[in-house]
């Protein structure tokens, strides 16, 4: 059973940075990654998602500018990058891990346990 560990939640004003870490415990790992969020009585919604190799990426509108998915294979480490953070950003983040590039959560197979992230006006 793969597990996934992220990391790199917290409070920042808005305007400010944070960048989530994501890492799978106990092995090697080569999936498409993804990244969502979800914010309270909202349902969880797709931010980012990036290929095996890095290549390709995909982003929500409502982050394509701000945010920016990326990862290291060598540490076998996904990161979401997030600046110029909004209130309306504030939510549990996911990281997950699919066969496939895609957006929606049905082909997602593993998922992490969530980070909060707190952005105050």
């Known amino acids: 059973q793969v597990q996934l560990v992220e990391s790199g939640g917290g409070l920042v004003q808005a305007g400010g940075s944070l960048r989530l870490s994501c890492a799978p415990s106990g092995r090697t790992f080569s999936y498409h990654m993804g990244w969502f969020r979800q914010a309270p009585g909202k349902e969880r919604e797709f931010v980012a998602a990036?290929?095996?190799?890095?290549?390709?990426?995909d982003y929500a509108d409502s982050v394509k500018g701000r945010f920016t998915i990326s990862r290291d294979n060598a540490k076998n480490t996904v990161y979401l990058q997030m600046n110029s953070l909004k209130p309306e950003d504030t939510a549990v983040y996911y990281c997950a891990a699919s066969l496939i590039l895609s957006r929606q959560l049905k082909h997602f197979n593993y998922w992490g346990q969530g980070t909060q992230v707190t952005v105050s006006s």
């Open positions: 990036i290929t095996r190799s890095g290549g390709n990426t």
